[in-house]
């Protein structure tokens, strides 16, 4: 048996305006992960996947076109030049909530891929992996700008560019960050989807939010490069600030970022697609616990503290 692993991710700064072209930073969340096991199976079984969580199983040449795992599958096997004709069982599991911001349909893709990739003895690099994974997003997102895919290959903080640029950035003084989940399942689709309608009706507001949230963006990839937490926390509230004209927090959102601030966190925001999801906050280790619990306190459904390096 072959076992492919990949993390979640957070958004630190960038969320919505990267998918027009404006840079976004994000950074994995090893806290939480995707698994996929790959087996032998009797002969004349095919392919079978396994999506424990969801209580499915079906055969790979049963499944619709559009579904997201056979789709990974398949190009998968493909870019690796293997038959379909195997007699494979796939079995999958994860603990990134689902449509939470974290990146869950990614990092499925990404396990399955690399426990795939394991199985038949190849070897595919980062951004192969990343690129693969990118052309299944498509079906979870719709348009998606490729950095979901882009952090979980490549597992280290990124800035990235739709289409343009990525690069692995210095930190250069680790920080915490507090993830709290506010338990509302959003769509990645659904937000970008309503933020493109909000464009289309009025492209010159929207395209000088963007510009705002790139320029945060990059300030924001100084400040972790001085291992300037200070400045990290401000840009942090300026981000959500930005995002609330764009439409996507929501009171849950709203609720978990002002107790963290009351907890003493450095700064706050949502992290993804918002409207749901997790939220994001900057914290110290002498600030951690009580904002954690601020959090809670506040009805966090979960709360993961991860540190950043
Ligand atoms: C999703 O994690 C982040 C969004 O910017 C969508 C995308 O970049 O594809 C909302």
């Known amino acids: 048996m072959t076992i492919g692993y990949a993390p979640g991710k957070v958004i630190l700064f960038g969320e919505h305006a990267v998918v027009y072209g404006r840079p976004a930073i994000a950074v994995p969340v090893t806290q939480v992960q995707a698994q996929a096991e790959v087996e ?25 076109p559009d579904d997201a795992l056979r789709a990974i599958v398949v190009s998968t096997l493909r870019r690796i030049k293997v038959g379909l004709e195997h007699d494979l069982t796939i079995t999958i599991s994860s603990s990134i909530p ?18 795939l990739v394991g199985h038949f003895d190849k070897w595919l690099d980062s951004r192969a992996i990343s690129d693969l994974v990118f052309e299944t997003e498509k079906i979870h997102h719709g348009t998606p700008s490729g950095i979901d895919n882009t952090v979980i290959a490549f597992q280290k903080p990124v800035y990235f560019v739709r289409g343009e640029r990525m690069e692995i950035f210095w930190v250069q003084h680790p920080f915490l960050l507090a993830i709290a989940d506010t338990g509302v399942q959003s769509p990645t689709k659904v937000a970008v989807e309503d933020v493109r309608r909000g464009w289309e009706e009025d492209p010159v507001k929207y395209e000088g939010l963007f510009d705002d949230i790139g320029t945060i ?89 991860t540190e950043v390096s």
Request: glycine share 14%; charged share 25%.
């Open 217 to 305: 963006a990059d300030m924001g990839r100084r400040a972790i490069e001085q291992g300037d937490i200070e400045a990290m926390g401000r840009l942090m509230d300026e981000n959500q600030r930005l995002l609330r004209l764009l439409k996507v927090s929501s009171p849950e959102l709203e609720g978990l970022i002002g107790a963290a601030r009351q907890g003493g966190a450095l700064g706050a925001k949502l992290s993804g697609a918002g409207r749901g999801g997790n939220m994001i906050a900057l914290v110290t280790r002498e600030t951690c616990s009580q904002v954690s619990m601020m959090l809670r306190l506040a009805g966090a459904k979960d709360v993961i503290v």
């Open 98 to 115: 689902v449509a939470r911001g974290l990146g869950s349909g990614a990092a499925v893709s990404t396990a399955i891929v690399r426990a």
């Open 40 to 64: 032998d199976a009797e002969k004349g079984q095919g392919i079978t996947i396994v999506a424990r969580d969801l209580g499915q199983t079906y055969k790979l040449n049963e499944a619709p």
